[in-house]
């Protein structure tokens, strides 16, 4: 069984670019949920996806957008890049209905 | 809005020593509790999970407990090592979905 996977590892970006992450669901999830999680701090909820459509927001801008393919997997896309975006970027991957969420080991944003 | 607080903030005991992490939230209409460990810069790994309606979970010389009522879960660690050196935060699932909310985490150091 494959577990939650996510790239690229690391990014480095400038202010007001945009960025697209990219995360694979552990084999037969279909919900994926998406995390800030800035330095020292607890994850925070941006959104979550299941079965293609967004079921859940947290209190992000609508320039953090994402997509969920037929085979789950799913991408977080951030326009107008800010210097507060620097973060670690986490996905988290469930089954319909099921309790425990498995993350993936992350992204590493960096905004110059 | 459910806030997750977790204390300490860090902690640090020398090897084989029993320790107690304390996680309290404040609306006690959760779904589940999950307590998860991250090394630095890396993603979660989910270490126990605790339904609404159980009061403990126990995962080699882990033991988490709930207590809903009140707003609390501990996590208790046996034996303490080097190894369990890491960051340990608490996530509760609130509402529809599977949004979790996150404490800022216990920064645990167990030295030689």
């Known amino acids: 069984e494959t577990g939650v996977t996510q790239s690229p590892t690391h990014l480095i970006k400038t202010r007001g670019q945009q960025v697209t992450l990219r995360c694979s669901s552990q084999s037969g999830h279909n919900t994926v949920s998406w995390y800030q999680q800035a330095l020292g701090q607890g994850p925070q909820f941006i959104f979550q996806y299941y079965r293609e459509e967004e079921n859940g927001r947290g209190n992000f801008p609508p320039r953090f957008s994402g997509l969920q393919f037929p085979n789950y997997s799913s991408e977080l896309n951030v326009n107008a890049l800010e210097l507060d975006d620097s973060a670690l970027y986490l996905c988290?991957?469930?089954?319909?209905?099921?309790?425990?969420?498995?993350f993936g080991p992350g992204t590493r944003l960096t905004v110059l | 809005k459910q806030e997750v607080t977790q204390i300490p903030a860090a902690l640090s005991v020398p090897e084989g020593e029993n320790l107690v992490l304390n996680c309290s939230f404040t609306d006690s209409a959760i779904y589940n509790l999950q307590w998860f460990r991250q090394d630095p810069g890396k993603g979660l790994t989910s270490l126990l999970l605790i339904q609404s309606s159980q009061r403990e979970q126990t995962s080699g010389r882990l033991n988490a407990s709930l207590d809903k009522s009140s707003g609390r879960s501990t996590l208790y660690i046996a034996a303490s090592q080097p190894g369990d050196s890491a960051t340990y935060l608490c996530a509760v699932r609130t509402g529809g979905g599977n949004k979790l909310t996150f404490g800022t985490g216990t920064q645990l150091k167990v030295e030689l």
């Open positions: 988290a991957s469930s089954l319909e209905g099921g309790n425990e969420q498995f």
